[in-house]
């Protein structure tokens, strides 16, 4: 629309670790009338925390840090970044950026996050003292239409860029310099590195995963089967 808002799309599930407990961003009209959320039971899960403050319903994505204390949500409607004790759903700190925050991306040791917004920035933050304190940012050339999402490698040093503009994008973390662009034949929603930090797999148009080995170059992609005539490839995990 007039304000670049993209179309809804299911919310972004945060897990905690070594629990079966996790959070779900995004507006109930964006979730699927059948609850895909099932255990080995058949039921559904209970919600277990409701975090409120955002200003608007559209969050475009959560990270926790990696000792499950914290979470951290992306306000694309409100321009915010928000800090959130993942144990009592306190609201701990709100950083206001200027452009849409799109995706956040929690180093592994767990006191920086890197966020990107619409307009191709990326924002480093240091989370300290329960605060959020903005130490870096950087424009990169993601192309017009932007990096969707971003994800760590396990070692923190480099990020993966999933582009609409049909490219990969390769960023070290420390200057949030682009290293390596690799071009792709769809736009790609969604980028993750796997657990060695050898591969990064990424989902795109088309109904396609693809992987790269990083060090070997090698490249193949998969067709994957739609669960409905409208549907498309758009989460990933490992």
């Known amino acids: 629309d007039e ?7 299911p919310g972004k599930q945060a897990f905690r670790p070594l629990e079966k407990k996790f959070l779900i961003a995004g507006p109930p009209a964006t979730l699927p009338t059948a609850n895909p959320f099932l255990d080995a039971s058949g039921e559904a899960p209970k919600t277990i925390l409701t975090l409120e403050g955002h200003e608007d319903p559209m969050i475009h994505d959560l990270a926790l840090t990696p000792d499950g204390l914290y979470l951290l949500s992306a306000g694309y409607g409100d321009f915010t970044v928000r800090l959130w004790s993942a144990e009592s759903g306190e609201l701990l700190d ?3 950026i200027g452009n849409r925050p799109n995706s956040i991306a929690i180093l592994p040791g767990g006191e920086t996050a890197i966020v990107s917004d619409v307009y191709n920035n990326l924002m480093t933050l240091k989370i300290e003292e329960e605060r959020l304190i903005q130490t870096g940012s950087k424009k990169i050339d993601a192309g017009s239409a932007g990096a969707f999402r971003i994800a760590a490698s396990p070692s923190g040093s480099l990020l993966a860029a999933a582009c609409f503009d049909k490219k990969l994008l390769l960023i070290e973390t420390k200057t ?6 690799i071009p792709t034949l769809n736009e790609l929603h969604e980028a993750l590195f796997s657990p060695d930090g050898k591969l990064v797999v990424a989902s795109g148009g088309g109904n396609q995963i693809t992987i790269w080995d990083l060090a070997t170059g090698w490249e193949d992609s998969y067709a994957v089967r739609k669960v409905a005539p409208d549907s498309f490839c758009y989460r990933l995990a490992f």
């Open 176 to 181: 949030l310099t682009v290293t390596r662009e």
């Open 94 to 96: 709100t950083h206001k």
């Open 3 to 9: 304000e670049g808002k993209p179309a809804q799309m």
